[in-house]
């Protein structure tokens, strides 16, 4: 498995921070994200792995991939 370059933050430029107080009151009513901690395994699975294929190809090219049902794995 190749190594991902190691992540710095310039300290001059930082990224802004998030205001997850902000963040959370955007969501749905009932969203909490307890709802993926109720799932199934495989469906825990089959998320992780989407998630991992975005981070990997970018969007576009995820919903391709799992549209058309590739299994993805790790070289």
Not at 31 to 49: D, W
Not at 52 to 65: N, P, Q, R, W, Y
């Amino acid at each position: 498995m190749r190594r991902s370059e190691p992540f710095t933050i310039d300290p001059e430029n930082p990224p802004p921070e998030k205001d997850y107080n902000e963040y959370f009151k955007t969501l749905k009513d009932g969203i909490t994200g307890k709802e993926y901690l109720e799932r199934s395994p495989m469906i825990v699975y089959k998320t992780m792995k989407q998630m991992l294929v975005e981070i990997s190809l970018g969007d576009l090219a995820t919903k391709d991939i799992l549209m058309q049902g590739i299994e993805v794995r790790a070289i």
